[in-house]
């Protein structure tokens, strides 16, 4: 049970620092490589791209996690509240329609490369699917991270009423 927890409130902290430490090395190699020993390393430019998209969705699922993803912060700050809290729930519901969407597509998509449509990346000799199922796992993690919230907003409503705010 501590294990689960510690993964729930890190796993996308770890997968970001393992990628972005890889992605590192990877880079600092392709440098060293290129202009010290005038060789290139032919798959660590596409290898750095899939990384690349990986972070970006499961960094989606950080940013909501802490509350740090893109809003209009000016219609919380002049809003009354109750107006906010009801903004920012409509605001979490809104984001799981679209990420929930967009986690079908892309299941779709990936379902295809895996079964009907393989494709394999000429440099790197990965499977496509394997870049490609980042996005619905950085928004099924959103979606994940936003029903947590939305259940945290309300506990905090609740507690605010009680307090008499």
């Known amino acids: 049970m501590k294990f689960l927890k510690l993964l729930d409130e890190h796993v996308e902290e770890w997968i970001l620092i393992v990628t972005y430490t890889a992605m590192l090395i990877i ?12 060789y290139s390393i032919s798959w ?12 970006v969705f499961i960094g989606i699922s950080l940013a909501v ?6 809003k209009v912060e000016l219609a919380f700050v002049i809003l009354p509240k109750k107006a906010q809290f009801f903004l ?3 605001s979490n519901l809104v984001f ?4 929930g969407v967009f986690s079908y597509f892309s299941l779709i998509k990936v379902y295809k490369l895996i079964f009907i449509n393989p494709q394999i990346s000429e ?10 199922i980042a996005v619905p796992i950085g928004f099924i993690l959103s979606i994940y991270r936003l029903v947590v919230d ?16």
């Open 88 to 90: 920012k729930v409509f």
């Open 27 to 38: 880079a600092s190699a392709q440098v060293f490589f290129r202009y010290v020993i005038n």
């Open 65 to 70: 996690k802490k509350r740090k993803h893109i």
């Open 150 to 165: 939305t259940r945290l907003l309300f506990q905090e409503r609740a507690d605010q009423i009680r307090i008499g705010g």
């Open 123 to 132: 440099s790197t000799g990965l499977s496509m699917w394997l870049i490609q």
């Open 96 to 99: 799981m329609v679209f990420c």
């Open 44 to 55: 660590s430019q596409d290898l750095l791209t899939y990384m690349l998209i990986w972070s």
